[in-house]
């Protein structure tokens, strides 16, 4: 098997988004939220990966815009 190039595509979303979606989701309040966000891993995700991404899509509007964002991307560098 020959070596395939690893891309990594970060999918970034404002904090009232992200809000928004775990409450829905899960019902987390907003406080919950901000502890969550506080965790270690959650901040090193939110700095190292960020700065390590290929592709930084933006998750502001629906799942389908941003999946639609990250293959028109990866389409024009002839990855799929």
Request: hydrophobic content about 40%; proline content about 1%.
């Amino acid at each position: 098997m020959s070596p395939h190039e690893l891309i990594c595509v970060y999918v970034d979303a404002s904090r009232a988004a992200r809000l928004e979606r775990v409450k829905e989701r899960d019902g987390l309040s907003a406080e919950q939220l901000a502890a969550l966000e506080r965790h270690s891993t959650e901040i090193e995700v939110e700095q190292r990966l960020k700065r390590a991404a290929d592709f930084i899509a933006n998750n502001a509007n629906s799942t389908e815009e941003c999946a639609d964002t990250v293959v028109e991307w990866a389409k024009s560098r002839r990855l799929v």
